[in-house]
């Protein structure tokens, strides 16, 4: 599967942005789906993650209560709704899909086997 960020930008502390991830090739039935980010000098951390059926989903504390992971019904989209930004979530956002199944690891970048390019997602203070 091929994966397609999109959405990020520049914007003042307090604001929202929207990031997607869009699938080409197939679906993203019976994958798992996973927001990462980088910002520079720093390792890539967890930001988010979902399952194919959008009824498990899992955050990194750093953004419990301000991101939401959801997946749209079709299952060729999953979005990254990010409201309440902070400087220090400035950084490139990745998305990432793996092949789900019991015991998954959602966290772990490893977890994962096909990534998208990164979206540039700037916060001003």
């Known amino acids: 599967v091929q994966l397609q960020a999109s959405g990020g930008g520049l914007v003042q502390a307090g604001g929202s942005l929207r990031l997607s991830c869009a699938a080409s090739?197939?679906?993203?039935?019976?994958?798992?789906v996973g927001w990462f980010r980088q910002a520079p000098g720093k390792e890539r951390e967890f930001v988010a993650g979902?399952?194919?059926?959008?009824?498990?989903?899992y955050y990194a504390d750093s953004v419990k209560g301000r991101f939401t992971i959801s997946i749209e019904n079709v299952k060729t989209t999953v979005y990254l709704q990010m409201n309440s930004l902070k400087p220090e979530d400035t950084a490139v956002y990745y998305c990432?899909?793996?092949?789900?199944?019991?015991?998954?690891?959602?966290?772990?970048?490893?977890?994962?086997?096909?990534w998208g390019q990164g979206t540039q997602v700037t916060v001003s203070s």
């Open positions: 090739g197939r679906t993203f039935s019976s994958y798992a």
């Open positions: 979902i399952n194919y059926n959008g009824r498990s989903t």
């Open positions: 990432a899909a793996g092949w789900s199944g019991y015991g998954y690891d959602y966290y772990a970048r490893t977890s994962y086997n096909y």
